[in-house]
């Protein structure tokens, strides 16, 4: 059974999903099923990855993380999404992009998640 949001990777051919309507059923890709990313607050290496949120007067913007994060081709953040009140935007970002994105949203709101995905280190959230 899945639930809203959760994004899933298959371990063999990369696809990684989210989902958008919860179900009852297994999600597959090549045959297995495929595995629910865990969603990490707390860094713990040099390097930085849970988002810091910056509130302006027009709208978020979003850093990875407390120190940039590398921006390289074989390493770098694919993309940053927020999501407020149920408002979802997404940027998907390429090596050599600074990793911030500034989202403009209205205020006021009453609840807002962060979340990013590193190429090689997973699936981050605001603490
Ligand atoms: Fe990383």
Same mark, same amino acid.
């Given at each position: 059974?899945?639930?809203?949001?959760?994004?899933?990777?298959?371990?063999?051919?990369?696809?990684?999903?989210?989902? &958008?309507?919860?179900?009852?059923?297994?999600? &597959?890709? $090549?045959?297995?099923?495929?595995?629910?990313?865990?969603?990490?607050?707390?860094?713990?290496?040099?390097?930085?990855?849970?988002?810091?949120?910056?509130?302006?007067?027009?709208?978020?913007? &979003?850093?990875?993380?407390?120190?940039?994060?590398?921006?390289?081709?074989?390493? +770098?953040?694919?993309?940053?999404?927020?999501?407020?009140?149920?408002?979802?935007?997404?940027?998907?970002?390429?090596?050599?992009?600074?990793?911030?994105?500034?989202?403009?949203?209205?205020?006021? +709101?009453?609840?807002?998640?962060?979340?990013? +995905? $590193?190429?090689?280190?997973?699936?981050?959230?605001?603490?």
């Amino acid at each position: 059974m899945t639930e809203l949001n959760q994004i899933y990777r298959c371990k063999i051919c990369e696809n990684i999903i989210e989902v &958008v309507h919860a179900g009852i059923g297994e999600l &597959v890709c $090549c045959g297995q099923p495929m595995s629910l990313l865990n969603e990490f607050n707390e860094d713990s290496g040099a390097e930085k990855h849970v988002p810091v949120i910056e509130e302006t007067d027009s709208g978020f913007k &979003v850093k990875v993380g407390s120190i940039p994060h590398p921006m390289e081709d074989d390493h +770098y953040i694919e993309w940053i999404e927020i999501n407020v009140d149920g408002l979802v935007c997404r940027r998907f970002l390429n090596s050599g992009d600074e990793p911030e994105v500034f989202f403009e949203i209205d205020s006021p +709101y009453e609840s807002i998640n962060v979340r990013e +995905y $590193c190429n090689i280190h997973g699936l981050w959230k605001s603490s």
